[in-house]
């Protein structure tokens, strides 16, 4: 207070502004980890169907002659590049739909909102993906190399 006014900054004025775009923040920060937690559970039951499907194209390339190395390089490689052609299409189609979304927001009244792709982000969230598809993968190729050869043969 000073010579008869009280002094008050703009941050303390809207203080109830703050503190809802901070809950906000944190929010949307706790539905991103739980659709991130959904896609890891996603990875995992595609990974299986995945390997379960190439149980018999492993056996054949047991049978002739190719190590279990290669064939688990490149069954896991093959899972990895589905991934990676579903992040790029992803990436592609946020780009591409960002001016529809932002004409629908306008649509709405807001003229100041500002829609924006974070690349880093997504970078961040992509590589964490693919490592976690990668250590998915690995652990259902390790499950599908108990299975009995002979069994997998007459199955087919």
């Given at each position: 207070?000073?010579d ?22 944190v ?5 991103l980890?739980l659709?991130f ?10 990974a299986?169907?995945?390997f379960?499907?190439?149980r018999?194209?492993?056996a ?7 190590g ?25 189609l946020?780009v ?5 979304a932002?004409?629908v927001i306008?649509?709405?009244g807001?003229?100041g ?27 259902e ?6 299975a ?9």
């Amino acid at each position: 207070r000073r010579d008869g006014y009280s002094l008050v900054t703009w941050k303390e004025a809207e203080a109830g502004l703050y503190s809802a775009l901070l809950i906000e923040k944190v929010l949307m920060y706790l539905v991103l980890s739980l659709l991130f937690a959904v896609i890891l559970v996603s990875l995992r039951s595609s990974a299986a169907s995945f390997f379960a499907l190439k149980r018999g194209e492993r056996a054949e390339l047991m049978v002739l002659g190719l190590g279990r190395g290669s064939i688990a390089a490149s069954f896991i490689l093959s899972f990895l590049y589905v991934l990676a052609s579903g992040l790029a299409a992803g990436a592609m189609l946020a780009v591409l739909l960002r001016p529809l979304a932002v004409r629908v927001i306008r649509s709405f009244g807001l003229y100041g909102a500002e829609l924006a792709f974070p690349l880093g982000t997504f970078i961040c969230l992509s590589l964490l993906m693919a490592a976690g598809a990668a250590v998915i993968g690995i652990a259902e190729e390790k499950a599908e190399r108990k299975a009995d050869l002979m069994e997998v043969l007459r199955n087919e």
